[in-house]
């Protein structure tokens, strides 16, 4: 082996890294191009939440990718769509991470005037699809605006034809709000006043309008671009307020025009159509103030015809209150009568009913009553013990199944159960002893009430002879001696004292004096 290799052909190359390779290449195209000018068909575009717009631009043959930043695009006037045909304006650059060339964007544009027609009729479209262009969502106009607020210019004619137009009809407040109406401002501040125009609190400092006039004059359609942009398509449709277009001359069309409230070829149509004519709202009110005044004074006078033809056919008020005045008098004649009767036919009703209460009958009553008391506690203690053997015969059945814990526990649970109903039958047959002890005191109390007792306090007394109450007259003179009960006391007439009968017991065949 030769101590010096031989050299081999290429080993005197310089050695690049991928980096070095990549950075000489960026400024090679960099250098040789600088600024371009590219004419192409938008493919593919993608926009991150980062800002960025990235996108294709091709012809028949090749394709190159372009890339909008955050701030560029926010400054562009036509936003890039998939299949519009524009003329982009940037530097050619190359991306090292994925070996690729690409144009980074610093203006874009449609390329010719069928570019933004195409573009334009693409937008009618798919606003139209929404749906932004029914007149079922259109909102009526307010016939007497307040306050109007005037989207627009604040140095251009426009804005003194608005105002000059509203003074001669009916002066209103105005409230401008200015903003750029060509160019790449128009779009986004066109949209801002809008929307900022909704967001005025009714009633606040600044008062919320009830009409909008979003207003430019006539133009190029590169000029009056900004009102076809998409954001202000949908404020306008967004808007609370409703709002008319007047954007351009009568032939000029806008996407504000298709989804404002109402349009107006020019300007100064906005605010003939914002307002009445004073004049002739005046003169309309006096024409309908006098039909009114008319229309009440013929009715007035109708009704008073009406009235008296009626009057004439009223009979006198004296003939329509005789028939009722003989009525009250017949009624009134008859009334004392008839009370009469009534205490009559109750008082023979009430001597009826006193007559069927009796002693006997309370007696008896009582004694059912009694009975059934008798029976009940006779049933209780019985039933009670019977209980007491099923619920010990379950208990014994259930010990023989389980253990001694868990019988233990059950016996407490069955015991505390069967203390509580023995409890409760306890209570229930308490209660029921007072009840029907409270009913038979109740019973005795009508008892002593409607007894001979009673009676002989309110001046009667019972005649005995002999030990039997005396009935009749000639029971009286035939019997030796009489003895006559009072309420406080008894008498003996002639002979001895009849011996006296145990107290309390009632005289069943006696009667009452």
């Known amino acids: ?35 371009v000018r590219i004419k192409g068909e938008v493919g593919r575009v993608s926009r991150p939440r980062s800002g960025h717009i990235y996108l294709d631009l091709k012809d028949d043959r090749a394709v190159i990718s372009g890339v909008i930043w955050k701030g560029v695009s926010a400054r562009l006037q036509n ?50 699809a929404e749906g932004l262009f029914d007149p079922a969502r259109k909102r009526p106009l307010p016939y007497l605006p307040e306050i109007i607020g005037v989207v627009t210019s604040p ?9 000059h137009r509203l003074r001669d009809r009916f002066p209103r407040k105005v409230l401008i709000w200015p903003v750029a109406v060509q160019g790449e401002k128009c779009a986004p501040e066109v949209t801002r006043a809008i929307d900022g125009f909704n967001a005025f609190t009714p009633g606040g400092a600044l008062p919320r309008p009830d009409l909008l006039i979003v207003a430019r004059g006539g133009g190029s359609v590169e000029d009056l671009w900004g009102f076809n942009e998409e954001s202000v398509a949908r404020a306008a449709a967004a808007s609370e307020i409703p709002l008319i277009s007047a954007v351009g001359h009568e032939t000029d069309t806008t996407l504000i025009d ?59 008020a004296e003939s329509l209150l005789e028939a009722p005045r003989q009525r009250l008098d017949l009624v009134a004649a008859r009334l004392g009568p008839a009370l009469i009767a009534g205490v009559q036919r109750r008082k023979v009703r009430l001597a009826e ?50 253990r001694p814990a868990a019988l233990q526990q ?16 306890s209570d229930a047959g308490q209660r029921n002893i007072v009840a029907w002890r409270a009913r038979l005191d109740a019973a005795e109390r009508l008892r002593r009430t409607l007894g001979y007792e009673a009676t002989l306090e309110r001046g009667f007394a019972v005649v005995r002879s002999a030990g039997t109450v005396v009935t009749d007259s ?33 005289p069943e065949q006696g009667s009452l004096f």
């Open 1 to 35: 082996m030769d101590l010096i290799d031989a050299p081999e052909e290429g080993l005197n190359s310089p050695e690049f890294t991928v980096t070095e390779i990549s950075g000489a290449i960026k400024r090679v195209i960099e250098g040789e191009f600088g600024h």
């Open 410 to 425: 059950e016996r407490d649970r069955k015991a505390r159960e069967l203390a509580q109903m023995s409890q409760r039958l």
């Open 258 to 316: 298709y989804v404002s409230d109402k349009r107006a070829p020019t300007p100064t149509a906005a605010a003939e159509l914002a307002v009445p004519v004073r004049h002739e709202l005046m003169a309309w009110l006096d024409g309908q103030d006098a039909r009114m005044r008319q229309a009440l004074s013929q009715g007035l006078a109708r009704r008073d015809q009406r009235l008296r033809d009626m009057a004439r056919a009223l009979p006198r």
């Open 474 to 506: 000639a029971t009286a003179k035939a019997a030796g001696s009489l003895e006559i009960q009072f309420a406080d006391g008894r008498v003996t007439v002639g002979g001895k004292p009849a011996p006296r009968k145990a107290a309390g017991k009632s």
């Open 79 to 128: 936003q890039p769509e998939e299949g519009m045909e524009v003329v982009a304006t940037g530097r050619v650059t190359t991306f090292g991470g994925q070996s690729k060339y690409q144009i980074v964007i610093e203006d874009i544009k449609p390329a010719g005037m069928g570019a933004l027609m195409a573009l334009l009729e693409k937008r009618k479209k798919m606003l139209e």
């Open 353 to 402: 009913l006193s007559g069927s209460l009796r002693p006997a009958t309370l007696r008896r009553g009582l004694g059912t009553e009694a009975r059934r008391l008798a029976e009940t506690s006779a049933r209780l203690a019985p039933a009670l013990r019977r209980a007491i053997a099923r619920n010990r015969e379950q208990l014994t059945a259930r010990a023989r199944r389980f």
């Open 155 to 163: 140095s251009g004619a426009v804005i003194r034809d608005i105002l």
